[in-house]
């Protein structure tokens, strides 16, 4: 295989699942919670073609990753009208922190999922390529679920953490924050594109978010190492 289609590759898989169980898990809560938007407009499913915006899923992150830069992406949000909510504003927070929890609970699948490929070909000298495949794919799911799971966190909008935020600020405060998701995509171009440009120091995905990435990922790579019986 070609080694860019298989770098390219392993990743966008792990990204398409990682990313389709985030949103996925904003609208099951949010269904939990009283608001059964994303069920009527039929988005609580697993099936990708639903979910996958091919710039933010598929074109941006495989471009970042031959640039070798951090990758990150974005798949079609999954609807939820607040206003349905049983207790709009703790039910927003749930909702918004559902999406990094299935996150870290997915990285935690991928790490004993490698873990058991590493035991159960640790005797082949040389493994074969789609042995190599699987495990690439895996090692990016762990490391993809938990960059997005923190990524997201940041307290700014649109990001799941803007909604936490929005929730513990005082009514007022709140409502004057809320207005800043009209602008969110604007946002995200000054926070990760422009700023790094003008200020690499100022990079928050390389200052802020990668150190707790990087100690979370070996944390869960002793995981696998002990479910391989390393």
Known sequence: MNDTLFQVAALVIPLIIAIVFHEVAHGWTARALGDPTA????????????????????????????????????????????????NPRRDMMIVAAAGPGSNLVMALIGAVALGLVMRGFAAEAEPSLAVSFLAANLFNFILLNIFLALFNLLPIPP????????????????????????????????????????????????????????????????????????
Do not use: C
Not at 65 to 81: C, I, M, R, S, T
Not at 183 to 202: F, G, Q
């Open 159 to 230: 990001f799941d953490g803007g909604h936490i935020v929005e929730g513990l600020l005082p009514p007022q405060a709140a409502r004057q924050y809320a207005a800043m998701h009209s602008k969110a995509l604007l946002i995200m171009i000054l926070l990760l594109v422009v700023l790094p440009w003008i200020a690499p120091s100022l990079n928050v995905v390389s200052w802020l978010v990668l150190p707790p990435v990087e100690w979370l990922t070996d944390h869960y790579l002793k995981i696998a190492q002990a479910v391989a019986g390393k």
């Open 39 to 86: 069920a009527q407009l039929g988005r609580l499913t697993l099936n990708p073609v639903k979910h996958v915006d091919p710039f933010g899923t598929i074109i941006l992150p495989g471009m970042l990753k031959l640039a070798g830069l951090p990758v990150f992406g974005w798949a079609k949000p999954v609807p939820v009208v607040k206003g349905r909510l049983r």
